[in-house]
DNA sequence: CGTGTTTGACCGGCGC
DNA sequence: GCGCCGGTCAAACACG
C-alpha cells in the first residue's frame, strides 16, 4: 500500500488535533466506521426524536459520520471557504475550510477571483506505475503537456501538465520518484472546474476517450472504466482513482442533486463564476427556461459541473493506493454497471447532500 | 487537418 | 547586479 509521502502530508493540512483520546481512537477505528454506518435513530437522539423524518436523520447521519470519521474538508466547508472573507488573506483555503467547521459562517461577501485563488492548493501524490511502465495517473482528467524540464539533483526530467478544459486552471508535474523507478511524483494544483472525463464516457457508450478519444493514449488518457476494469484484471497494483470509478449510481445522485433547487455545489460553480451569466439564470430559475435534464446535459457538454472540489477534497488517497480495494464501490460498479448489489448499496441514499461514498470508503 | 507532444527560449523569483 | 533554477511559452513536429 502506497502511502502519501511526506510531501503530500506537508502540502495537505493534517487534521485538527482530536477533542480527546477516545474520540481520537474512535475516528481511527475502522469499527468505529462500522458502527457509525448501521447507526439507528437511538444514536442521534434528540435529533431523531424532533419527528422531521428521516430525511433529517439523513442529514445528522451523514453530517455525524463526516464529521467523526472525516476530518479533512468536506463540501459545506468548501462552500464556507468559498463565502469565507476573512481579513487573513495569507490562509489557506483548506485551512478556511478546517476552521469554517468550527465556526459559524461569516457573512457572504462574494468575490470569485479571491475565491478562486484562494482555492489553490498543491498536494503530491505518490503513484505507482503499472508493470508496462506504463503511467496509471487514471484521474478522470484530460490533460495536456506544456513542458518538460531537467531538475537540479534529479535524473528524471519533471513534466507539466495542464487540464485541457480552457475553464480548469488545474495543473499537474509528474516526475519520476529517485529512489523508486516504478513510483511517479504527482503534484496537483488548481481545481477542476468541470466533470471527469469518464463521466462524460458513462453515458456515451465507453469506448475511446472524450471528444479526441481517438487520439493515441499516452500518458495521461482519460480511459473510460472499462478500459480500467481491463487494466485492474491485467494488473493488481494498477491505480483506480476515485475520479475514474464513477458508477451509474452516482450519476443519479449527482442528476439528483442538480436538480434540486439547494444544489450547493452547483451554486458554489455558479457563484464563483465558472457558468456564463445566462447559464447562471438557468441554474438559478431553471423551470423557466427548460427542464432539468437538458440543463444537466449542456452543463456536461460545458465540462463544468460538480468538480468544484479538487481532488484533494474528493478522495486523494486513492491515488496513493496501489491495490483497488480501496475504490472498492466505485469500482465495483464501474466493473458491474448491472450490479444491482453494488448499484443499490452505491446508491441507497437518494439524499441532496452529496456525500461521495468513495471519500468515505477509502478513509481507512 | 486537428490535436497533442517535444523542446529550446524566455521569464520571474530567489539567494548570494 | 548576477547567476541559478523552476515554471511557462510557443513554434516545430508527430500522429491518426
Given amino acids: 500500500m502506497e502511502e502519501l509521502q511526506g510531501s503530500s502530508a506537508a502540502a495537505v493540512p493534517p487534521p485538527p488535533p482530536p477533542p480527546d483520546a477516545d474520540e481520537s481512537r474512535r475516528r481511527s477505528s475502522k469499527y468505529y466506521y462500522c458502527n457509525m454506518m448501521t447507526m439507528n435513530d437511538d444514536d442521534f437522539g434528540d435529533e431523531a426524536a424532533d419527528g422531521s423524518g428521516a430525511r433529517r436523520r439523513q442529514e445528522s447521519m451523514v453530517n455525524k459520520l463526516i464529521s467523526t470519521v472525516y476530518s479533512g474538508p468536506t463540501i459545506s466547508d468548501i462552500e464556507s471557504a468559498l463565502s469565507f472573507t476573512g481579513t487573513g488573506g495569507d490562509q489557506q483555503p483548506i485551512a478556511a475550510a478546517m ?79 529517485t529512489d523508486e523507478a516504478d513510483t511517479l511524483l504527482v503534484t496537483y494544483e488548481g481545481l477542476h472546474l468541470h466533470y471527469t472525463y469518464s463521466h462524460f464516457l458513462l453515458g456515451g457508450g465507453g469506448g475511446g476517450s472524450s471528444s479526441t478519444g481517438s487520439k493515441k493514449p499516452k500518458l495521461h488518457p482519460c480511459g473510460p472504466p472499462a478500459a480500467l476494469q481491463e487494466a485492474e484484471e491485467e494488473d493488481d497494483h494498477h491505480l483506480l482513482l476515485h475520479s475514474s470509478c464513477r458508477s451509474p449510481a452516482q450519476d443519479s445522485q449527482e442528476q439528483m442533486l442538480l436538480s434540486s433547487p439547494a444544489s450547493s455545489q452547483h451554486a458554489a460553480v455558479a457563484a464563483a463564476g465558472c457558468y456564463g451569466e445566462e447559464e447562471e439564470q438557468q441554474l438559478a430559475a431553471p423551470d423557466e427556461h427548460r427542464d432539468n435534464n437538458s440543463i444537466i446535459d449542456d452543463e456536461r457538454m460545458n465540462g463544468l459541473l460538480e468538480d468544484v472540489v479538487p481532488l484533494l477534497v474528493r478522495r486523494p488517497a486513492c491515488m496513493s493506493s496501489s491495490t483497488t480495494t480501496s475504490c472498492s464501490p466505485p469500482a465495483a460498479a464501474a466493473a458491474s454497471p448491472s450490479s444491482s448489489s453494488s448499484v443499490s448499496a452505491w446508491n441507497s441514499n437518494h439524499h441532496p447532500y452529496y456525500i461521495d461514498m468513495a471519500i468515505l470508503s477509502n478513509i481507512f
Avoid: H
Fill in 99 to 177: 476552521d469554517a467547521r468550527n465556526s459559524p459562517p461569516p457573512p457572504v461577501v462574494f468575490s470569485p477571483e479571491k475565491v478562486l485563488s484562494k482555492m489553490e492548493n498543491k498536494y503530491t501524490l505518490k503513484v505507482k506505475t503499472c508493470g508496462n511502465g506504463g503511467l496509471i495517473a487514471e484521474d478522470g482528467y484530460k490533460w495536456r503537456k506544456y513542458g518538460q524540464k531537467s531538475i537540479k539533483n534529479s535524473p528524471n526530467p519533471r513534466s507539466y501538465y495542464r487540464c485541457t478544459n480552457p475553464r480548469c486552471n488545474a495543473k499537474k508535474q509528474v516526475e519520476r520518484a
